[in-house]
Each structure stands twice: as structure tokens, then as C-alpha cells.
């Protein structure tokens, strides 16, 4: 079953730390893999886009890493601000059953980050 | 502004009551694609397109039907609500779902059926 499992649910933090969150996928055949932020109520907005070639992406204060070997990625959030407070979502990005196209999106259900000041 | 456009952003309906939800984008992207959030679900793709007259399914279609008939616009359509459809949707858009491309949410349209 093509899933994506995201952890911790949930994570509270104090302005300025580092946190990372974890994504799981199990899901084939494998296109590529996106993080996104939510802020409540809104619609996602991208913070990076992977290959299964590459193994580090950068965004700003926002650095992901995807192992494809163990299909596993994290985010990772360096001298966090207030204005990080959103909920972080996983996208994996597979080919359909025919393998012609690559339009499937599964979403992870998220790790909803609170920065306090 | 690239943007996509989702109406209307808040709605309430009766159960049986055909109702369209409309997406327009302004990027000329071939991809476009629906979905919705539910809590503790996330969010879930019902149906995508990859071109005009192009569409398939996505991992929850029932209930749902689209149509692509022009390349701005990918709407989303209800026949005949029913109460577990209520939920938040939302239209994304893509030049492709490949590596390379970002794919741009709209703002979400809040759908409660009574």
C-alpha cells in the first residue's frame, strides 16, 4: 500500500532551536519527494523538491535529506522563528498503474510545529 | 501574479444538491489537480489532469467528477452531496509533476454539507 508516515505528530519548540522531522514512504514507483508548509487554513506552499539521485536539498534555514535506499526523509529547521509555527507536510510523488505518467501525489499527515518565543 | 483561484472559498449545502467548485490558474500549466483535507487524514488527492480532455484518478474520486476542457480551468464537480464530503478542498496546479517544477496550492474552498 503506497503510504507516507510522518513523525512526530506534533512538536513544540523554543524560538532559535533546531528540529527535524521525519517522513517514512512506502510508496512505488518512486518520482520524487516535496515539502511543504502549511500555515493554518491555507494552502501548502513548497519548501523543496527531491530526486531519488539527490540526497541533500537546501531552502533558506530549511535543509532536506532523502535516503532512497531506506525511503526515508527529513527536514530539518535551523534557528527557528515564531513565523515557523505551521504544519510541515511530506509528498511523495509516484508514477500511475500504467507507469505512463506521474500525476499521484500522496501526502503524509503532517507534524504540526509550535515555536514559542 | 502567478496565482490559483479557487470559488467559492465558503460554502454550505444541502445533501443531494449538484454544486461546482471552480479552479482557474493563470500559469498556463498542463498539470491540475484536486484534493482534500480532512483532520487526521490529510490531505488526499481525488482526481488530476495532465492536459486538456486529459484526467484520471486519484486515491479517492467516489463521488466526484471533473472535467478539463480548457487549460485554465479544472473544476470540481459535486452531483449529489452528501454529508462525508464535507471537508476543505483544494486546486494545485504544475507546468508537470516532474522534478524541476513547484506545484502552486490555491487558498482552499471550506465545504459544509448539512
Known amino acids: 500500500k503506497n503510504q507516507v508516515e510522518q513523525s512526530p505528530q506534533s512538536l513544540i519548540i523554543l524560538e532559535g532551536k533546531n528540529c527535524t522531522l521525519q517522513?517514512?514512504?512506502?510508496?512505488?514507483?518512486?518520482?520524487?519527494l516535496r515539502w511543504y508548509k502549511q500555515d493554518t487554513g491555507r494552502g501548502p506552499v513548497s519548501l523543496t523538491i527531491?530526486?531519488?539521485?539527490?540526497n541533500t536539498k537546501s531552502n533558506g534555514r530549511y535543509t532536506a535529506t532523502l535516503d532512497a535506499d531506506t525511503k526515508q526523509s527529513s527536514l530539518h529547521i535551523t534557528a527557528s522563528q515564531l513565523s515557523d509555527s505551521a504544519s510541515y507536510i511530506c509528498v511523495v510523488i509516484r508514477y500511475n498503474a500504467g507507469g505512463t505518467s506521474y500525476g499521484k501525489l500522496t501526502f503524509g499527515q503532517g507534524t504540526i510545529l509550535t515555536v514559542h518565543p | 501574479e502567478a496565482q490559483v483561484t479557487q470559488n467559492p472559498r465558503y460554502l454550505i449545502t444541502v445533501t443531494g444538491k449538484k454544486l461546482t467548485v471552480t479552479c482557474s490558474q493563470n500559469?498556463?500549466?498542463?498539470?491540475m489537480s484536486w484534493y482534500r483535507q480532512d483532520p487526521g487524514l490529510g490531505l488526499r488527492q481525488i482526481y488530476y489532469s495532465m492536459n486538456v480532455e486529459v484526467t484520471d484518478k486519484g486515491d479517492v474520486p467516489e463521488g466526484y467528477k471533473v472535467s478539463r476542457k480548457e487549460k485554465r480551468n479544472f473544476p470540481l464537480i459535486l452531483e449529489s452531496p452528501s454529508p462525508n464530503q464535507t471537508s476543505l478542498y483544494f486546486c494545485?496546479?504544475?507546468?508537470?509533476w516532474g522534478w524541476g517544477n513547484t506545484i502552486y496550492f490555491g487558498e482552499g474552498s471550506w465545504l459544509t454539507v448539512v
Open positions: 494545485a496546479s504544475s507546468p508537470s
Open positions: 527531491m530526486t531519488f539521485s539527490e
Open positions: 500559469m498556463n500549466h498542463e498539470y
Open positions: 517522513c517514512n514512504y512506502t510508496v512505488s514507483p518512486f518520482s520524487n
